[in-house]
């Protein structure tokens, strides 16, 4: 009778990390599964303790799994999905919804974020995906400038309320402030104006301020006076702007 040698020594089992990558592999990679369907689990298997994992597989629920967990991934972003955390930048990407989610799971961008608990602390899934997007998009200014605002909302949403947070940070500028936490951006008029703001007059890029407090978020246009408190060297402009926005329960 074929099959395995039951006098060989019993593989060794996967310990957890080997076996949440094996799990992930196999609900990303689509082709993984055409293969394990059509060749069998001793064509694709790296190790005793992966072919001994991948015999017990359905296929069928295999496949239904992979579909659940794309949904699941889209439908992890800000307000639903993260269609409703990045509105404004989608609608500027000629892609599908379907073609970026495509794109996102077969990122480097993708192993950034930390799903599975135990495989340690990564970026939230927002900026994981701001990053396969600015990745995709190295112009217009607008669209990277609209990805970077719609991202510092998502990641400010959660500042205000996630105690603790379940996520690193990755981007530059934020900083901790008495109440929370504080950021300054500076985009172009155009870019402000598509997404609704007044961005006065000029044609300088406009100082933009994002601040996360147990009370919420305020954003928005900022004067450079308050610009000031973002200065990396103290001053006493900064010290002034401040102690501004302490007294208006920002800083």
């Known amino acids: 009778m074929g099959g395995r040698d039951m006098s060989a020594p ?3 089992p996967l310990d957890g990390e080997r076996l949440s990558d094996l799990i992930m592999r196999l609900l990303l990679d689509g082709r993984l599964r055409e293969r394990l369907a059509t060749e069998g689990a001793a064509a694709v298997a790296t190790s005793e303790g ?3 994992c991948l015999e017990t597989i359905d296929l069928d629920e295999l496949d239904a799994a992979a579909r659940r967990f794309r949904s699941t991934i889209w439908r992890l972003g800000t307000g639903g999905s993260l269609a409703t955390a990045f509105p404004h930048s989608l609608r500027l990407i000629a892609a599908t919804e379907a073609e970026l989610l495509d794109g996102f799971l077969g990122s480097p961008r993708f192993a ?6 135990y495989a340690g602390t990564g970026l939230s899934v927002e900026e994981a995906f701001a990053r396969f997007l600015l990745d995709l998009a190295p112009e217009p200014r607008v669209l990277r400038e609209t990805i970077t605002h719609e991202l510092m909302i ?3 949403t959660a500042l205000s309320c996630e105690r603790p947070l379940s996520f690193a940070i990755g981007c530059e500028g934020i900083v901790e402030t008495g109440r929370g936490h504080a950021a300054l951006r500076r985009y172009a008029p155009d870019s402000l104006t598509s997404w609704g703001e007044n961005p006065g007059e000029g044609a300088e890029p406009v100082p933009y301020a994002y601040f996360a407090t147990p009370a919420g978020v305020t954003r928005g246009v900022v004067s450079e006076r308050v610009a000031a408190a973002f200065a ?3 001053s006493d402009g900064s010290r002034a702007a401040r102690d501004a926005l302490s007294r208006r329960g920002l800083w």
């Open 10 to 12: 019993a593989a060794r």
């Open 50 to 52: 992966e072919l001994e």
């Open 112 to 117: 950034e974020f930390r799903l599975v608990p």
């Open 154 to 156: 998502a990641l400010f």
């Open 232 to 234: 990396a060297e103290p």
